[in-house]
C-alpha cells in the first residue's frame, strides 16, 4: 500500500499542510522543514492520513513532532502510536547538551539531550514511518517520555 504523509509546520517564514506521497516528495519536505527551523512556532509534526482516527474529535492514533537544531545538526522526535504503548522519544547513544531541541516549543518542554539525533537519521526515521504507514522506526533508538 502507498501511505500518504501530512505534515503540519508552523513557522514564522512558511506554513503547512505539505503532503507527501512519494520518497522525493518526503525529502522536499524534510528540506522545507529544515530550512524554517529556526523560526518554528510550534513543532512540525507528521500523520499518515490513511490510519483510522478515533474518539469524538476524530484524533489521529499515532503521530511523530520534531524539533530541529541547525546550527548543531541535529533533530529529536516524538512518538505515539497506534497501539498505545505510550510516548517515545528518540535516543542516541551520544548527549548533545549544546543542541536546543524543545519537545513542545510553546511550553518550552525540552528533549533529553540524549534524544539528538543526526539529521540524517531523521530523514531515515522519517521514511520509514511513511513506508510503514506511521508505525515507530525501528531506525532510531527510543525512550519512553513521559507525555507527548
Known amino acids: 500500500m502507498t501511505y500518504t504523509v501530512r505534515f503540519g509546520l508552523q513557522a514564522k517564514a512558511d506554513r503547512g499542510p505539505i ?31 490513511e490510519r483510522p482516527l478515533f474518539g469524538p474529535l476524530q484524533l489521529p492514533d499515532h503521530g511523530i513532532k520534531i524539533d530541529i537544531d541547525p546550527t ?17 522519544v528518540t535516543k542516541s547513544d551520544q548527549s548533545r547538551s549544546e543542541a536546543i531541541l524543545q519537545r513542545d516549543i510553546a511550553s ?7 534524544a539528538a ?8 526515521a522519517v521514511h ?5 504507514g506511521g508505525r515507530r522506526p525501528t531506525c532510531v533508538g527510543w525512550q519512553s517520555a513521559d507525555g507527548w
Open 128 to 132: 520509514e514511518f511513511h513506508q510503514t
Open 72 to 88: 548543531c545538526g541535529v533533530a529529536a522526535i516524538a512518538y505515539v502510536g497506534p497501539d498505545f504503548d505510550g510516548s517515545w
Open 19 to 49: 503532503i507527501a506521497r512519494t520518497r522525493e516528495e518526503i525529502d522536499a519536505a524534510l528540506d522545507r522543514i529544515i530550512a524554517v527551523a529556526p523560526a518554528f512556532n510550534h513543532n512540525p509534526s507528521a500523520i499518515v492520513v
Open 108 to 114: 518550552e518542554t525540552p528533549f533529553p539531550a540524549d
Open 117 to 124: 539525533i543526526t539529521l540524517a537519521l531523521l530523514r531515515a
